[in-house]
């Protein structure tokens, strides 16, 4: 019996770290930074500016595409604010940033701090939108209106786009890529967390469903129909729960999480294009 009492005793303490420890540590489990800038926009034939942006006394790298001028004036000079992913750094995404501004729109692409050449410090839930924040700022001293700013988000960096948008309801258009609707329901897919009381320690939430429901600008859903990361429904869902006063759903057939723009081709530029050219 004491046996027992002893074995019952020591996996209850151990239940009990392992929650205490996925309180404090969960955020490192949801955002894999990389440091090392493998490619710039260069390397995909697109001038750009090196921009540091500051925030808390901190700083973050990013880079400023100027619009391609020959399409500029089609997009109506407006400038698209890019937040990436959980993973790697916004080197990753260089090549789309080209894609987008090859559409005639200015890019801003951004690192959040403990990414790329950003600030050393470990990313959390809360971090990587007050970073955004910082980059939303910084189009304001270069005299963006806020009208003029297309916010846009891929994978996690759709969570940090509708969370932009729900502050930002002046902003001229949202569009989230590849992105899920909470990482509640994230954890819950994966089914690896179950034994854990997930309402009482999730600290990470990112709940972009609860947050769509609220935001009435132009939005553009785009999913890949084969995307094993986040599922396509995840997609469908925000995409049936959003407010806006526009909305459309793109889903790319037999695409992955990082490739409906190489594997929808021209259909995704004319997608894109078409949804921004559309007046409300």
């Known amino acids: 019996m004491r046996l027992l009492k002893i074995i019952f005793v020591t996996v209850v303490v151990c239940y009990v770290a392992l929650c205490v420890g996925l309180y404090f540590e969960q955020a490192r489990f949801i955002f894999a930074p990389q440091r090392d800038i493998d490619f710039t926009p260069k390397s995909y034939g697109c001038d750009f500016q090196e921009v540091l942006i500051p925030v808390n006394l901190q700083t973050l790298h990013a880079w400023w595409l100027p619009a391609d001028p020959r399409k500029s004036s089609q ?4 400038t698209l604010i890019y937040s990436h992913g959980n993973g790697g750094d916004m080197s990753a995404n260089a090549e789309h940033a080209c894609r987008l501004r090859n559409l005639g729109l200015n890019v801003l692409l951004y690192d959040y701090r403990g990414y790329g050449d950003s600030s050393n410090e470990q990313p959390t839930e809360d971090t990587v939108f007050a970073d955004a924040e910082a980059a939303w700022k910084y189009l304001a001293k270069r005299d963006v209106s806020p009208a003029k700013v297309i916010i846009y988000g891929h994978s996690l960096g759709g969570a940090v786009a509708v969370e932009m948008a729900k502050k930002h309801s002046d902003a001229n258009a949202l569009i989230v890529e590849s992105s899920f609707t909470s990482i509640r329901d994230m954890a819950d897919l994966s089914g690896n967390f179950r034994i854990f009381p997930l309402s009482l320690i999730l ?14 600008m132009p939005s553009l859903f785009i999913h890949g129909t084969s995307d094993r990361v986040v599922p396509s429904q995840m997609g469908q869902r925000l995409y049936e729960a959003s407010a806006a006063r526009r909305k459309d759903l793109f889903l790319v057939k037999n695409a992955g999480h990082e490739n409906c723009a190489a594997m929808a081709g021209d259909a995704y530029q004319q997608k894109v294009s078409q949804f921004l050219a559309s007046k409300d």
């Open 75 to 78: 997009m109506g000079s407006r």
């Open 203 to 216: 600290n990470q939430r990112l709940d972009s469903l609860e947050k769509i429901r609220e935001i009435q």
